[in-house]
C-alpha cells in the first residue's frame, strides 16, 4: 500500500464508538483521508510513504471542534470584565461593536483567532458573527475547518439592514461555498429575543429546504426565559418548537434553564445542546445540566462562546472545566468523567454540526484532522491514562502537530499557514484604536 503520510504515535484515542486507545499504531493518510489505522510494526512493513512522522511519548486526538463561538471577537478580549451578560452586551459590546466592526476588524479578529485555535488543537469551529463571508475566506486560506453564521438579527448593523437582508446575504454565502471541503455554513440566528417570529420562520424552512444547520444562543440565563414568560407567556424554547426549530438540525446554545420536559423534548428531536460552561461562569448565566441531558441521550457539544466573555478560545481548557462543573452541578464525581468530555469536544461537536461521518473521530474514511500533544511534560507525567492526562492536566502548549484534512497547519508548534507576527502586530493596532 502506499500513502503520503504516516503517523506513528505512542498514543492514539479515537473517539470512535468504542472509544477505542490505542498503543504504537499508525494512521495511514491519502488524498486528506484516514486510509489505514494499524499497529506499528505491520505498518513499518506494508507501507510506502512519502513523509513519516514519529510520536514517542505523543497522544494523537481527532482536532477538536470548538462548536460555539464568536471568532472575531478576539478584538475585544479584556475589554469589558466582570460584568453580567445584558449589562455586558447592551452597555458594552454592542456599543463598541456599532462604532467598530467592518470587514477589516472581521478579518483580522478572526486570523487571530484562527491562529489562536490551531496552536490550541481546535481544527474546525463554529462560528456567529457579522461579515461571515470574510470569516469564511479567512478561514480558508489558513486551511481550518469551519461552519461559518449566516446571521439574523432584527436590528440593523453595519453589515446589514433588516431580517431580509440578513437572509439574503446568508443565501449568497451558501451558494459560494457550496461543495467546499473546508468551509460549510450555518443560519445563525442571534437569539430568540432579538429575532422575531417571521425571521425564525423562515429560517426554519430554508434550514430544512438547504439542509444546514441551525444555530441560535438559547435559555443563557433565567432573565432571558423570565422576560419571555412575562412579556408573551411562552418560553423560548416553547417558542421555538412552536416555530419549527426544534429537531436534529439545532444546536442550542448554552441552555442553562431546563425543563424536564423540554430535556425529553432535546432527547426526542435529536437536538444538541452547546456548552460554554467557562463563558456561562464568567458571565454567571446559570449552569447547563449536562449530566442529565447525557444521561437523557441529548447530544452535548462545546464552545468556547466569544473570546470577549471566556477570555480564550481554549477547548483544552473548556472539556476540563466542563468535567469538573459537570460533577458539581450533578453532585457527582463519575458524572462527565474525561472520556467523555473528549467525546463532546470532538464527536458530538461534529454530530452537532453535521459533520460527524467527516470528521470528530479517528476512523477509516474520514477526514484526516489530527492533533498530536507531547505528554513528556512534568505536569503530565506519570502516565497511566492517556485520556486523564488530556482532559484534566494537558495544557495547550502541548499541542505540537496539527492536520487539517491531511494537511500540516502546525509544525512543532508554529503555524506554517499564518504569520505569527503580522497577526500580533494587527491585534495590536485594533487593540490601541479601540482602547485609545
Ligand atoms: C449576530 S452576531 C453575534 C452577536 O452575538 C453577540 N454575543 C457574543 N456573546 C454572546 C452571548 O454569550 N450571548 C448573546 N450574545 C452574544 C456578539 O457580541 C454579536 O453581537
Ligand atoms: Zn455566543
Redesign the pocket.
Known sequence: MHAELLIHAEWILTVDPENRQLTDHTIAIADGRIRAILPYEEARRTIRAEQTVELPGHVLIPGLINAHT?AA?TLLRGLADDLP?MTW?HEH??PT?GRWVDAGFVADGTRLAVLEMLRGGVTCYND???HPEVSAQVTDEAGMRAVIGM?V?DFPTGYAASPDEYIAKGLALHERYRDHPLIRVAW?P??PYSVSDAPLQRVATLAFELGVPVHI?LH?TRDEVENAVNAHGERPFARLDRLGLIGPSLASV?MTQLEDAEIVRLAETGASVVHCPE?NLK?ASGFCPVAKLLEAGVNVALGT??A??NNDLNLLGEMRTAALLGKGVSGSASAVPATEALRMATINGARALGLDSEIGSIELGKSADLVALDLRDPHTQPLYHPVSQLVYAAGRHQVRQVWVRGRQVIRDGVPTTLHLAEVLSEAQIWGARIGG
Open positions: 464568536h471577537m451578560l452586551l459590546i454592542w461593536e456567529m458573527y457579522f446571521i438579527v445563525a442571534h437569539a444562543h443563557e448554552h463563558s458571565l462562546d466569544g470577549a466573555s
